[in-house]
Protein backbone atom coordinates (compact mmCIF):
# COMPACT_ATOMS: atom_id res chain seq x y z
CA UNK A 1 0.00 0.00 0.00
CA UNK A 2 2.93 2.67 1.37
CA UNK A 3 4.49 1.91 -2.39
CA UNK A 4 1.46 2.25 -4.57
CA UNK A 5 0.58 5.73 -2.53
CA UNK A 6 4.71 6.44 -2.81
CA UNK A 7 4.20 5.80 -6.49
CA UNK A 8 1.70 7.85 -7.16
CA UNK A 9 3.13 10.79 -5.41
CA UNK A 10 6.50 10.29 -7.67
CA UNK A 11 4.35 9.98 -10.66
CA UNK A 12 2.29 12.68 -9.85
CA UNK A 13 -1.28 10.51 -10.60
CA UNK A 14 -4.61 12.12 -9.40
CA UNK A 15 -6.44 10.28 -6.16
CA UNK A 16 -9.37 8.99 -8.34
CA UNK A 17 -6.98 6.72 -10.28
CA UNK A 18 -7.50 3.17 -9.76
CA UNK A 19 -5.36 2.29 -6.16
CA UNK A 20 -4.56 -1.47 -7.19
CA UNK A 21 -3.04 -0.29 -11.01
CA UNK A 22 -2.34 3.29 -10.86
CA UNK A 23 -4.81 3.58 -14.06
CA UNK A 24 -7.61 5.90 -14.86
CA UNK A 25 -10.75 4.73 -13.98
CA UNK A 26 -13.07 4.04 -17.23
CA UNK A 27 -15.65 2.00 -15.35
CA UNK A 28 -18.27 1.59 -12.77
CA UNK A 29 -19.70 -0.92 -11.11
CA UNK A 30 -23.06 -0.09 -10.05
CA UNK A 31 -23.77 -3.00 -7.42
CA UNK A 32 -20.54 -1.76 -5.40
CA UNK A 33 -20.71 1.90 -6.20
CA UNK A 34 -17.31 1.99 -7.38
CA UNK A 35 -15.13 3.04 -10.74
CA UNK A 36 -13.01 0.70 -12.00
CA UNK A 37 -10.32 0.55 -14.16
CA UNK A 38 -9.75 -1.63 -17.67
CA UNK A 39 -7.36 -4.34 -15.66
CA UNK A 40 -9.91 -4.49 -12.48
CA UNK A 41 -13.04 -4.99 -14.57
CA UNK A 42 -12.23 -8.95 -15.49
CA UNK A 43 -11.78 -9.32 -11.94
CA UNK A 44 -14.01 -12.11 -10.29
CA UNK A 45 -14.66 -9.64 -7.66
CA UNK A 46 -16.60 -7.75 -10.28
CA UNK A 47 -17.55 -10.85 -12.88
CA UNK A 48 -21.24 -10.97 -12.47
CA UNK A 49 -21.76 -7.45 -11.64
CA UNK A 50 -23.38 -4.44 -13.62
CA UNK A 51 -20.86 -2.27 -15.08
CA UNK A 52 -21.29 0.42 -17.06
CA UNK A 53 -19.04 2.97 -18.65
CA UNK A 54 -18.12 5.90 -16.76
CA UNK A 55 -19.90 8.66 -19.26
CA UNK A 56 -22.73 5.87 -19.26
CA UNK A 57 -23.14 5.43 -15.79
CA UNK A 58 -23.41 9.19 -14.72
CA UNK A 59 -25.77 10.27 -17.45
CA UNK A 60 -28.04 7.82 -15.88
CA UNK A 61 -27.55 9.19 -12.83
CA UNK A 62 -28.06 12.45 -13.84
CA UNK A 63 -31.25 11.57 -15.45
CA UNK A 64 -32.42 9.97 -12.52
CA UNK A 65 -31.63 13.05 -10.60
CA UNK A 66 -33.18 15.08 -12.62
CA UNK A 67 -36.31 13.28 -12.30
CA UNK A 68 -35.96 13.43 -8.75
CA UNK A 69 -35.44 16.97 -8.82
CA UNK A 70 -38.64 17.06 -10.59
CA UNK A 71 -40.41 15.78 -8.01
CA UNK A 72 -38.98 17.10 -4.85
CA UNK A 73 -39.86 20.87 -6.37
CA UNK A 74 -43.19 19.41 -6.59
CA UNK A 75 -43.21 18.32 -2.83
CA UNK A 76 -41.33 21.63 -1.51
CA UNK A 77 -43.77 23.84 -3.14
CA UNK A 78 -46.87 21.50 -1.49
CA UNK A 79 -44.96 21.67 1.70
CA UNK A 80 -44.45 25.48 1.56
CA UNK A 81 -48.75 25.59 0.77
CA UNK A 82 -49.44 23.58 3.35
CA UNK A 83 -47.26 25.57 6.01
CA UNK A 84 -48.59 28.67 4.52
CA UNK A 85 -51.98 27.41 5.47
CA UNK A 86 -51.06 26.35 8.52
CA UNK A 87 -49.64 29.79 9.58
CA UNK A 88 -52.83 31.50 8.49
CA UNK A 89 -54.88 28.71 10.36
CA UNK A 90 -53.35 30.09 13.76
CA UNK A 91 -54.49 33.32 12.83
CA UNK A 92 -58.25 31.75 11.68
CA UNK A 93 -58.23 30.03 15.10
CA UNK A 94 -57.25 33.18 17.34
CA UNK A 95 -59.87 34.92 14.81
CA UNK A 96 -62.64 32.35 14.89
CA UNK A 97 -62.64 32.04 19.23
CA UNK A 98 -62.95 35.94 19.98
CA UNK A 99 -66.10 35.75 17.19
CA UNK A 100 -67.19 32.48 18.71
CA UNK A 101 -66.79 34.04 22.13
CA UNK A 102 -68.60 36.98 20.98
CA UNK A 103 -71.51 35.05 19.44
CA UNK A 104 -72.02 33.19 22.54
CA UNK A 105 -72.04 35.73 24.41
CA UNK A 106 -74.28 38.13 22.71
CA UNK A 107 -76.43 35.02 22.42
CA UNK A 108 -76.99 34.50 26.09
CA UNK A 109 -77.77 38.45 26.41
CA UNK A 110 -80.73 37.80 24.42
CA UNK A 111 -81.80 34.85 26.18
CA UNK A 112 -81.80 36.69 29.38
CA UNK A 113 -83.41 39.72 28.27
CA UNK A 114 -86.21 37.60 26.31
CA UNK A 115 -86.46 35.27 29.50
CA UNK A 116 -87.09 38.55 31.16
CA UNK A 117 -89.70 39.51 28.93
CA UNK A 118 -91.54 36.12 28.96
CA UNK A 119 -91.67 36.11 32.95
CA UNK A 120 -93.15 39.53 32.87
CA UNK A 121 -95.65 37.94 30.19
CA UNK A 122 -96.75 35.28 32.64
CA UNK A 123 -96.86 37.71 36.07
CA UNK A 124 -99.41 39.71 33.45
CA UNK A 125 -101.30 36.50 32.74
CA UNK A 126 -101.63 35.23 36.38
CA UNK A 127 -102.79 38.75 37.26
CA UNK A 128 -106.53 38.33 39.00
CA UNK A 129 -105.87 35.33 39.57
CA UNK A 130 -107.14 33.80 43.27
CA UNK A 131 -103.97 31.62 43.74
CA UNK A 132 -101.97 34.54 42.03
CA UNK A 133 -99.41 35.23 44.94
CA UNK A 134 -98.36 31.08 44.97
CA UNK A 135 -97.74 30.97 41.34
CA UNK A 136 -95.87 34.25 41.10
CA UNK A 137 -93.93 33.28 43.87
CA UNK A 138 -93.89 30.11 41.91
CA UNK A 139 -92.97 31.52 38.34
CA UNK A 140 -90.29 33.75 40.33
CA UNK A 141 -88.94 31.02 41.46
CA UNK A 142 -88.54 29.38 38.36
CA UNK A 143 -87.14 32.05 36.90
CA UNK A 144 -83.84 32.51 39.39
CA UNK A 145 -83.62 29.23 38.61
CA UNK A 146 -83.48 29.43 35.07
CA UNK A 147 -81.62 32.74 35.37
CA UNK A 148 -78.63 30.88 37.39
CA UNK A 149 -78.69 28.41 34.57
CA UNK A 150 -78.38 30.98 31.87
CA UNK A 151 -75.25 32.27 33.72
CA UNK A 152 -73.68 28.64 34.24
CA UNK A 153 -74.19 27.72 30.58
CA UNK A 154 -72.47 30.01 28.80
CA UNK A 155 -69.24 29.85 30.99
CA UNK A 156 -69.14 25.83 30.39
CA UNK A 157 -69.18 26.99 26.55
CA UNK A 158 -66.75 29.27 26.85
CA UNK A 159 -64.61 27.19 28.79
CA UNK A 160 -64.91 24.78 26.35
CA UNK A 161 -64.25 26.79 23.52
CA UNK A 162 -60.81 27.97 24.98
CA UNK A 163 -59.67 24.82 25.85
CA UNK A 164 -60.29 23.00 22.19
CA UNK A 165 -58.55 26.63 21.00
CA UNK A 166 -55.38 26.08 23.04
CA UNK A 167 -55.21 22.55 21.81
CA UNK A 168 -55.69 23.64 18.17
CA UNK A 169 -53.07 26.26 18.53
CA UNK A 170 -50.53 23.61 19.93
CA UNK A 171 -51.14 21.55 16.77
CA UNK A 172 -50.65 23.76 14.64
CA UNK A 173 -47.43 25.17 15.80
CA UNK A 174 -46.14 21.16 16.19
CA UNK A 175 -47.18 21.21 11.97
CA UNK A 176 -45.37 24.25 11.51
CA UNK A 177 -42.38 23.60 12.88
CA UNK A 178 -42.19 19.88 10.99
CA UNK A 179 -43.27 21.25 7.79
CA UNK A 180 -40.37 24.04 8.38
CA UNK A 181 -38.14 21.61 8.70
CA UNK A 182 -39.14 18.87 6.33
CA UNK A 183 -38.89 22.05 4.01
CA UNK A 184 -35.26 22.79 4.79
CA UNK A 185 -34.57 19.13 4.34
CA UNK A 186 -35.96 19.28 0.95
CA UNK A 187 -34.26 22.30 -0.20
CA UNK A 188 -30.64 21.54 0.47
CA UNK A 189 -30.94 18.13 -1.25
CA UNK A 190 -32.40 19.96 -4.04
CA UNK A 191 -29.08 22.08 -3.84
CA UNK A 192 -27.44 18.79 -3.80
CA UNK A 193 -28.79 17.35 -6.52
CA UNK A 194 -28.68 20.35 -8.69
CA UNK A 195 -24.90 20.57 -8.05
CA UNK A 196 -24.01 17.10 -9.07
CA UNK A 197 -26.16 17.43 -12.29
CA UNK A 198 -23.31 20.26 -13.24
CA UNK A 199 -20.68 18.41 -12.04
CA UNK A 200 -17.99 15.93 -14.14
CA UNK A 201 -18.77 12.42 -15.05
CA UNK A 202 -16.80 11.05 -11.74
CA UNK A 203 -18.35 13.47 -9.06
CA UNK A 204 -21.54 12.51 -10.21
CA UNK A 205 -20.85 8.88 -9.42
CA UNK A 206 -19.02 9.71 -5.92
CA UNK A 207 -21.82 9.01 -3.64
CA UNK A 208 -24.33 8.67 -6.38
CA UNK A 209 -27.01 5.79 -4.79
CA UNK A 210 -26.52 7.70 -1.52
CA UNK A 211 -28.12 10.37 -2.65
CA UNK A 212 -30.77 8.65 -4.01
CA UNK A 213 -31.13 6.87 -0.96
CA UNK A 214 -31.54 10.16 0.47
CA UNK A 215 -33.92 11.42 -1.71
CA UNK A 216 -36.04 8.54 -1.56
CA UNK A 217 -36.23 8.58 2.18
CA UNK A 218 -37.13 12.20 2.26
CA UNK A 219 -39.85 11.63 -0.63
CA UNK A 220 -41.76 9.36 1.63
CA UNK A 221 -41.93 11.23 4.47
CA UNK A 222 -46.07 12.55 5.15
CA UNK A 223 -47.03 15.62 4.54
CA UNK A 224 -49.93 16.55 6.24
CA UNK A 225 -51.92 19.49 7.76
CA UNK A 226 -52.66 18.85 11.69
CA UNK A 227 -55.93 17.64 12.17
CA UNK A 228 -57.45 20.22 14.67
CA UNK A 229 -60.97 20.29 16.32
CA UNK A 230 -63.71 22.54 14.93
CA UNK A 231 -64.20 25.42 17.10
CA UNK A 232 -67.85 25.34 16.06
CA UNK A 233 -68.54 22.27 17.95
CA UNK A 234 -68.89 24.83 20.73
CA UNK A 235 -72.75 25.69 19.80
CA UNK A 236 -74.90 27.28 21.63
CA UNK A 237 -78.07 24.72 21.46
CA UNK A 238 -81.70 25.18 22.68
CA UNK A 239 -83.63 28.25 21.09
CA UNK A 240 -85.66 30.54 23.76
CA UNK A 241 -89.48 29.83 23.43
CA UNK A 242 -90.34 33.79 23.55
CA UNK A 243 -89.15 33.63 19.77
CA UNK A 244 -92.38 32.11 19.21
CA UNK A 245 -94.08 34.97 20.37
CA UNK A 246 -91.76 37.55 18.36
CA UNK A 247 -92.70 35.36 15.03
CA UNK A 248 -94.06 37.85 12.50
CA UNK A 249 -96.44 36.78 9.53
CA UNK A 250 -93.90 37.58 6.30
CA UNK A 251 -95.38 37.56 2.70
CA UNK A 252 -93.28 38.03 0.05
CA UNK A 253 -93.25 41.11 -2.32
CA UNK A 254 -94.28 40.46 -5.83
CA UNK A 255 -93.14 43.88 -7.03
CA UNK A 256 -89.08 42.75 -5.66
CA UNK A 257 -89.00 39.33 -7.59
CA UNK A 258 -86.31 38.65 -10.12
CA UNK A 259 -88.57 37.55 -13.08
CA UNK A 260 -87.49 34.30 -13.01
CA UNK A 261 -89.20 33.67 -9.95
CA UNK A 262 -93.10 32.54 -9.29
CA UNK A 263 -94.73 33.22 -6.44
CA UNK A 264 -97.23 31.64 -4.88
CA UNK A 265 -100.77 32.70 -4.14
CA UNK A 266 -100.16 33.33 -0.17
CA UNK A 267 -97.62 35.24 -1.29
CA UNK A 268 -95.11 32.77 1.49
CA UNK A 269 -93.34 30.50 -1.11
CA UNK A 270 -91.29 31.23 -4.15
CA UNK A 271 -89.94 28.37 -6.25
CA UNK A 272 -87.57 28.90 -9.47
CA UNK A 273 -89.17 28.76 -12.98
CA UNK A 274 -88.39 27.54 -16.09
CA UNK A 275 -88.68 30.86 -18.15
CA UNK A 276 -88.20 34.65 -17.21
CA UNK A 277 -91.39 36.55 -17.09
CA UNK A 278 -92.63 39.60 -18.52
CA UNK A 279 -92.96 41.18 -15.10
CA UNK A 280 -93.64 45.22 -15.07
CA UNK A 281 -90.37 47.10 -14.36
CA UNK A 282 -90.24 48.39 -11.22
CA UNK A 283 -87.19 50.14 -9.25
CA UNK A 284 -86.42 47.82 -6.41
CA UNK A 285 -87.13 44.66 -8.99
CA UNK A 286 -83.73 42.69 -9.03
CA UNK A 287 -82.25 42.34 -12.15
CA UNK A 288 -79.26 39.70 -11.47
CA UNK A 289 -80.00 37.47 -8.90
CA UNK A 290 -83.11 35.38 -8.08
CA UNK A 291 -84.04 37.09 -4.72
CA UNK A 292 -87.22 38.82 -3.22
CA UNK A 293 -88.22 40.92 -0.50
CA UNK A 294 -90.12 40.27 2.11
CA UNK A 295 -93.00 43.18 2.22
CA UNK A 296 -92.85 44.09 5.92
CA UNK A 297 -90.02 46.95 7.26
CA UNK A 298 -88.74 47.13 10.64
CA UNK A 299 -87.32 49.83 12.06
CA UNK A 300 -87.18 48.78 15.24
CA UNK A 301 -87.66 46.20 17.74
CA UNK A 302 -87.31 42.35 18.09
CA UNK A 303 -88.68 39.97 15.10
CA UNK A 304 -88.40 36.59 13.74
CA UNK A 305 -89.49 34.40 11.19
CA UNK A 306 -88.59 30.45 9.94
CA UNK A 307 -88.04 29.83 6.16
CA UNK A 308 -88.56 25.86 5.28
CA UNK A 309 -85.20 25.62 3.43
CA UNK A 310 -86.00 21.73 3.01
CA UNK A 311 -86.64 21.98 -0.76
CA UNK A 312 -83.63 24.51 -1.88
CA UNK A 313 -80.39 23.29 -2.87
CA UNK A 314 -78.74 26.98 -3.07
CA UNK A 315 -80.18 29.39 -0.93
CA UNK A 316 -79.72 33.15 1.00
CA UNK A 317 -81.50 34.14 3.53
CA UNK A 318 -81.19 37.63 5.76
CA UNK A 319 -81.90 41.01 5.76
CA UNK A 320 -81.79 44.21 3.51
CA UNK A 321 -82.01 47.60 4.00
CA UNK A 322 -84.88 49.20 2.83
CA UNK A 323 -84.39 50.70 -0.37
CA UNK A 324 -80.83 49.70 -1.38
CA UNK A 325 -79.65 49.46 -4.55
CA UNK A 326 -80.66 46.09 -6.90
CA UNK A 327 -78.10 46.05 -8.65
CA UNK A 328 -76.31 42.98 -7.36
CA UNK A 329 -72.93 43.09 -9.08
CA UNK A 330 -71.91 46.46 -7.17
CA UNK A 331 -70.11 45.72 -4.37
CA UNK A 332 -71.53 49.08 -2.07
CA UNK A 333 -75.05 46.77 -2.53
CA UNK A 334 -73.60 44.06 -1.08
CA UNK A 335 -72.85 46.14 2.36
CA UNK A 336 -76.76 46.32 2.97
CA UNK A 337 -77.60 42.91 3.35
CA UNK A 338 -76.60 40.27 6.63
CA UNK A 339 -76.92 37.20 4.76
CA UNK A 340 -76.06 33.25 5.57
CA UNK A 341 -75.79 31.65 2.69
CA UNK A 342 -76.05 27.27 1.72
CA UNK A 343 -73.65 26.56 -1.29
CA UNK A 344 -73.83 23.46 -2.90
CA UNK A 345 -70.75 22.27 -5.66
CA UNK A 346 -70.57 18.62 -6.43
CA UNK A 347 -70.42 16.72 -3.11
CA UNK A 348 -69.20 20.34 -1.35
CA UNK A 349 -72.08 21.88 0.93
CA UNK A 350 -70.60 24.67 2.89
CA UNK A 351 -72.12 27.48 4.67
CA UNK A 352 -71.16 30.90 4.86
CA UNK A 353 -72.19 34.33 6.95
CA UNK A 354 -71.99 37.62 5.81
CA UNK A 355 -70.46 40.33 6.35
CA UNK A 356 -67.51 39.42 6.52
CA UNK A 357 -67.87 37.00 4.20
CA UNK A 358 -67.20 33.70 6.30
CA UNK A 359 -66.91 30.19 6.04
CA UNK A 360 -69.30 28.14 8.79
CA UNK A 361 -69.11 24.67 9.56
CA UNK A 362 -72.32 22.46 8.50
CA UNK A 363 -72.76 20.56 10.94
CA UNK A 364 -76.23 18.92 10.40
CA UNK A 365 -78.75 19.26 7.58
CA UNK A 366 -80.78 21.90 7.76
CA UNK A 367 -84.87 21.86 7.20
CA UNK A 368 -85.86 25.08 8.64
CA UNK A 369 -84.03 28.03 9.53
CA UNK A 370 -85.05 31.05 11.54
CA UNK A 371 -83.88 34.59 11.46
CA UNK A 372 -83.81 36.97 14.47
CA UNK A 373 -83.09 40.81 14.33
CA UNK A 374 -82.67 43.32 17.13
CA UNK A 375 -82.83 46.40 15.64
CA UNK A 376 -82.41 48.40 18.55
CA UNK A 377 -79.04 46.70 19.73
CA UNK A 378 -78.07 45.74 16.28
CA UNK A 379 -78.47 42.20 16.69
CA UNK A 380 -78.96 39.37 13.79
CA UNK A 381 -79.24 35.75 14.53
CA UNK A 382 -79.84 32.80 12.57
CA UNK A 383 -80.79 29.10 13.82
CA UNK A 384 -81.11 25.86 12.59
CA UNK A 385 -84.52 24.68 13.70
CA UNK A 386 -84.74 21.25 13.61
CA UNK A 387 -81.35 21.12 15.44
CA UNK A 388 -82.77 24.13 17.83
CA UNK A 389 -78.66 25.32 17.87
CA UNK A 390 -77.19 28.95 16.68
CA UNK A 391 -75.71 28.77 13.35
CA UNK A 392 -74.06 32.68 12.95
CA UNK A 393 -75.13 35.42 14.87
CA UNK A 394 -73.44 39.29 14.39
CA UNK A 395 -74.26 41.62 16.46
CA UNK A 396 -73.22 45.61 17.31
CA UNK A 397 -74.55 46.70 13.81
CA UNK A 398 -75.29 50.18 12.73
CA UNK A 399 -79.28 49.86 11.93
CA UNK A 400 -79.53 53.17 9.58
CA UNK A 401 -83.36 53.13 9.24
CA UNK A 402 -85.84 50.14 7.88
CA UNK A 403 -84.65 46.65 6.93
CA UNK A 404 -86.60 43.73 5.03
CA UNK A 405 -86.12 40.22 5.18
CA UNK A 406 -84.67 38.65 1.64
CA UNK A 407 -84.97 35.44 -0.29
CA UNK A 408 -82.81 34.44 -2.88
CA UNK A 409 -82.42 30.71 -4.25
CA UNK A 410 -80.16 29.68 -7.43
CA UNK A 411 -80.66 28.16 -10.57
CA UNK A 412 -81.48 24.16 -10.22
CA UNK A 413 -78.88 21.84 -11.71
CA UNK A 414 -79.87 19.90 -14.63
CA UNK A 415 -81.88 17.03 -13.83
CA UNK A 416 -83.49 18.23 -10.51
CA UNK A 417 -86.97 19.88 -9.98
CA UNK A 418 -87.06 23.50 -9.54
CA UNK A 419 -86.01 24.73 -6.03
CA UNK A 420 -88.30 26.45 -3.64
CA UNK A 421 -88.45 28.41 -0.05
CA UNK A 422 -91.59 28.39 2.22
CA UNK A 423 -92.05 31.28 4.68
CA UNK A 424 -93.47 29.33 7.84
CA UNK A 425 -96.61 30.55 9.37
CA UNK A 426 -96.22 32.01 12.96
CA UNK A 427 -96.81 29.69 15.63
CA UNK A 428 -97.79 32.07 18.86
CA UNK A 429 -98.24 30.15 22.06
CA UNK A 430 -101.46 30.06 23.75
CA UNK A 431 -102.43 32.33 26.59
CA UNK A 432 -102.30 29.92 28.90
CA UNK A 433 -98.58 28.81 28.33
CA UNK A 434 -96.90 28.99 31.72
CA UNK A 435 -92.60 29.00 31.64
CA UNK A 436 -90.99 26.83 29.31
CA UNK A 437 -88.97 23.84 30.98
CA UNK A 438 -85.34 24.97 31.38
CA UNK A 439 -83.87 22.68 28.61
CA UNK A 440 -85.60 24.56 25.88
CA UNK A 441 -83.53 27.52 27.32
CA UNK A 442 -80.20 26.12 27.31
Same mark, same amino acid.
Given at each position: M????????????P @????E??L??????C?????????K??P????????V???G????N?????????????KK?????S???D???????I?????????M??????????L????????L?R????F??L???E??L??????A???????????Q????L?????????????R?????R?????I?E??K?C????L?????????????????????E?A?I???S??????????????????????????????L??D?R????????????????????S?????????A???????? @???????W?L????????????????????V???R???G? @??????????K?????????????????D?G?????????????????????????????????????????????C?????????T????????
Amino acid at each position: MSERLSLRLQRNIP @DFYCEKHLEPPQLFCDDDQVTLCVKCAPSQEHKHHVVYAVGEAAENYQKLFQEMLNTLRKKLEIAQSILADEQERMEIIQEDEQNFKEMIESEYRIRFRLLNEENEMNLLRLHGCFFNLNMKEASLNQLIKFATELEEKPQEILQRLGRLARESMDKLKESEARLSEQIRSLQGVIAELEKKCGEPALAVLHHARYSLERTESLLLQCLEPARITDLSLCQVTGMSPLLRVLQRHITLDPETAHPCLVLYEDLRSVRFGNVQQDAPGHPERFDFSATVLGVECFASGRHYWEV @DVGKATNWQLGICKDGASRQEDRPKARADKVLLTRSVMGM @DCTLWGFPPLKRISLRAQMHRVGVFIDCDDGQVSFYNVTERSLIYSLSHLPFHGAVRPIFSICIPNEGTSSDSLTICPPQVPSCNATVSPPSSLV
